[in-house]
């Protein structure tokens, strides 16, 4: 999964779609996954970094990673 | 360099006067002596120090164009004016007609011809958009209330129902739209028009064309908060290829010559519909100048003779907000330019 280039982010949380003209706010958790795809980290490396570093088991992460993937998309912020 | 402007209605539904001038005040200074053109004393842009050197009262459009001449002829007397920009759909039509006098006795003006005006126009919309291949919604004209039924039964609902110059409202029902046909034909005439309901995301396209095919700017702007008039009142200059390529498609095929602005949908599967084609600049043209394509400043340039090649870069993600203002005024400066029908912003003492 990769976020378009052109998204501008920033590190209080704050996104940007320049194409569009949307802009949303993500908390933390999102800054830190959007600055890692930003960095092309793969989705696994991303995923293992979160396992390793928070208190969430497999099955929530995979249950959280599939509705973070359905909000990127929905928000048209990802390449097709 | 004398420039008149007119538009200066600066009100909830603003004409874009105000923004034309403070766009070429900008670029090229306070030295350009700016000289509004008014229908009525209390459009703000009057009273406005900074922006508006003196202005004049002028005819209606309906008036005519021997009394508009007439009243140029005096203003010109007075002022020496090098260029005008009209701002009005409604009055572009007779500074067309007279852009040859214009001309005779050294006015310039840079405006569409007649024949590009007509097409655009959205009585001719939907037969412009299939001669040239572009999305625009299918359409019904409306000559009596009778026709909302055809119209509704080829369109469906909702159905968007349009005045012959301005207004539009989206119709849930055959009630409303009879509804919206009456308002709509007693305030501008018939006839009126039925317009399909498109879906989408609202973005405008503030574009400068040189007549000779070529697009010189073109700014896209997605709206971010509505009047209830459906006006931007704030938005955002974004980046796609896609609505660029339109405008330019606009300014090849047209020969535009002027400002403009595009009115397009964005439909949930992405296809760009032209909603409708303005034959000016549009009220927000200052956010041109704020994201490096001064529009209003490159027609000034254009008109007076000057080669302007076309911008290639902006700044995605620059916003207005437009705001309120109680600009106060002195009665004795109402009083001016209500009896006398001129108006230097130098003070006048009763």
New interface residues.
């Given amino acids: 999964m990769k976020i378009k280039k052109?998204i501008?982010t920033s590190e209080n949380g704050f996104i940007?779609n320049?194409?569009?003209?949307d802009s949303f706010s993500g908390n933390a958790m999102a800054t830190a996954i959007l600055s890692a795809m930003k960095n092309n980290e793969p989705d696994e490396q991303i995923r293992k970094n979160i396992l390793e570093k928070y208190d969430v088991t497999a099955e929530q992460l995979n249950r959280d990673w599939e509705d973070w993937t359905i909000q990127l998309r929905e928000a048209n912020l990802i390449e097709c | 360099m004398t420039i008149a402007i007119t538009g200066l209605n600066a009100n909830d539904n603003p004409g874009p006067g105000i923004a034309v001038i403070r766009a070429i005040r900008d670029e090229l200074g306070h030295d350009v002596r700016i000289i509004g053109l008014s229908y009525e004393s209390l459009e703000p842009g009057i009273y406005m120090s900074g922006m508006v050197d003196k202005t004049y009262q002028i005819p209606y459009p309906t008036a005519g164009i021997a009394a508009l001449k007439s009243r140029l002829q005096y203003i010109h007397e007075q002022e020496m004016l090098d260029l005008v920009i009209p701002n009005f759909d409604a009055e572009l039509y007779n500074f067309i007609k007279i852009t040859p006098w214009l001309d005779s006795i050294g006015i310039r003006t840079y405006l569409p011809t007649e024949e590009q005006l007509a097409a655009r126009d959205k009585m001719n919309l939907s037969d412009f958009g299939a001669e040239h291949g572009f999305n625009v919604p299918a359409d019904h004209k409306l000559h009596t209330a009778g026709d909302i039924t055809k119209a509704g039964h080829e369109l469906g609902y909702p159905l968007v129902v349009k005045g012959k110059y301005y207004e539009a409202f989206v119709n849930h029902t055959p009630d409303l739209a009879i509804k919206s046909f009456h308002h709509l034909s007693a305030k501008w005439g018939l006839p009126v028009i039925a317009q399909q309901f498109i879906k989408g995301t609202e973005i405008n396209i503030a574009g400068l064309a040189d007549g000779k095919g070529n697009a010189i700017s073109v700014i896209p702007m997605r709206k971010l908060y509505l009047t209830d008039k459906g006006k931007a009142w704030a938005g955002i200059t974004i980046e796609d290829e896609e609505l660029i390529k339109l405008a330019v498609k606009f300014a090849s095929v047209t020969k535009w010559k002027g400002g403009f602005e595009m009115e397009i949908m964005r439909d949930e599967g992405g296809r760009l519909f032209i909603m409708e084609i303005n034959p000016r600049f549009p009220a927000w043209v200052y956010l041109t100048a704020g994201v490096g394509q001064n529009q209003p400043a490159a027609l000034v340039k254009m008109a007076m003779g000057a080669d302007v090649e076309p911008f290639t870069e902006y700044t995605a993600g620059k916003m207005f907000i437009r705001y309120s203002w109680d600009h106060l005024v002195d009665i004795a400066d109402f009083q001016q330019y209500s009896a006398f029908g001129e108006l230097s912003i130098a003070k006048v003492h009763l």
């Avoid at chain 1, 320049?18 to 003209?21: C, I, K, S």
């Fill in positions: 052109n501008a940007f320049p194409a569009t003209g």
